[in-house]
């Protein structure tokens, strides 16, 4: 399994906006083959900065999603509300404590 985490930071008047836009894809990118958990973390910090947690059975259905049409038009969308550039991981589980 593969784990991606994004970190992004919005314009702060564009924050609403991007709430709206995921709200509108969460249920396709999580139905994204491949696609096993998806979750929004909003900074406690700073309420610009989001991340996006997901699970993805491999590294190449990540690729497959990022290639998709889905991925490239809600990227489309959202890249043009960022404050900085987003920085993104992929790691793989290592301990796992319940």
Request: hydrophobic letters at 40%.
């Amino acid at each position: 399994m593969l784990v991606r985490l994004v970190k992004m930071e919005f314009k702060p008047e564009e924050v609403a906006n991007f709430e709206i836009l995921f709200n509108e894809v969460k249920e396709k990118i999580r139905g994204f083959e491949g696609c096993e958990f998806l979750e929004l973390l909003k900074g406690s910090e700073k309420s610009s900065v989001f991340f996006t947690h997901s699970h993805w059975t491999s590294a190449e259905a990540l690729e497959k999603y990022r290639k998709s049409d889905l991925f490239t038009s809600t990227w489309a969308k959202t890249k043009v509300l960022f404050n900085a550039k987003p920085e993104a991981w992929s790691v793989e589980k290592f301990v796992t404590l319940r």
